[in-house]
């Protein structure tokens, strides 16, 4: 009854309600204590809950992605309950700015683009994305990672990590996805325009494992964005918090979060809040 009368009470006056289905207005507002004293301990219990998942993604998630967690566990939870229950608590995500593509100006040789930003796949290892990031260390200065995003899953297939920026960095994260995932013929490999992946040398080791090649407009970051965004996420979740001491420190941590985290633990919401790994295993059991 207490449930129907505060369902009803925006169209209705809560003496009329009382009176048509004959309860006291003194029963009904005691049951009402009654229900907000359960609901204060469900909050307690939900807020207790939000704290450990938000604790175990280190902080990283924000409000839908703990509120699918809850919900995937069991809890019957609105997305505004819990992002009341997280102000309440001083609970936030550490990643606050989106992604936003740079532009580049440098003068560079336009070559095919294979994809023009048709991101869209029906399995995995049909279009992979490839790129460079730097990173800053203590004691060994900029070192640099060159990742491969399968477009598909949003799994990281492959990655090195190296002092150098050179075109050994990028054959060996290619290397690294093809022996991991053992593409078949005709894949599609899309990269900027960067000088290590138009070299002959990356060039050559591209065909022979049988891919095509596919490179970004000069001047147009969103022909590369998913890689690019992955790369935006690792810094904001990861290497924005974090000060390594030197390289060894670095990757270390960047294998604890890509193979520790990212592929494995954390839910995309652009894959139906499921993580990479998860969509990887599923193609598997089904082919």
Not at 176 to 204: R, V, W
């Amino acid at each position: 009854m207490t449930t129907f009368i505060e369902k009803h009470s925006d169209q209705y006056p809560t003496k009329t309600l009382c009176d048509v289905l004959g309860i006291p207005r003194s029963t009904y507002y005691k049951s009402l204590q009654h229900v907000e004293s359960n609901r204060n301990r469900e909050n307690k219990e939900l807020t207790k809950k939000i704290i450990e998942i938000h604790t175990e993604s280190k902080q990283r998630y924000g409000a839908p992605k703990i509120h699918f967690s809850l919900q995937k566990e069991g809890y019957s939870v609105s997305l505004k309950r819990v992002q009341r229950l997280m102000k309440e608590a001083g609970i936030k995500s550490i990643v606050l700015k989106k992604y936003h593509p740079y532009s580049s100006k440098q003068q560079v040789v336009e070559r095919e683009n294979l994809l023009e930003q048709n991101f869209s796949t029906k399995s995995i290892n049909e279009k992979w994305m490839a790129d460079i990031t730097y990173i800053h260390t203590l004691r060994d200065g900029w070192c640099y990672l060159a990742s491969v995003l399968d477009l598909h899953s949003k799994k990281v297939v492959g990655y090195s990590f190296s002092r150098t920026i050179t075109t050994d960095l990028v054959i060996k994260a290619l290397e690294n996805a093809y022996e991991t995932q053992a593409p078949e013929e005709g894949l599609i490999l899309h990269t900027d325009l960067g000088s290590q992946y138009t070299s002959e040398e990356f060039a050559k080791f591209v065909q022979s494992k049988g891919m095509k090649q596919s490179f970004s407009r000069k001047g147009c970051p969103y022909d590369n964005a998913c890689i690019e965004s992955f790369h935006a996420i690792l810094k904001k979740e990861e290497i924005h918090h974090v000060k390594y001491l030197d390289f060894q420190e670095a990757k270390w941590a960047l294998f604890q979060y890509i193979e520790g985290w990212y592929n494995r633990k954390r839910i995309h919401g652009s894959i139906g809040y499921k993580t990479p790994q998860e969509i990887e295993d599923n193609i598997h059991r089904t082919a």
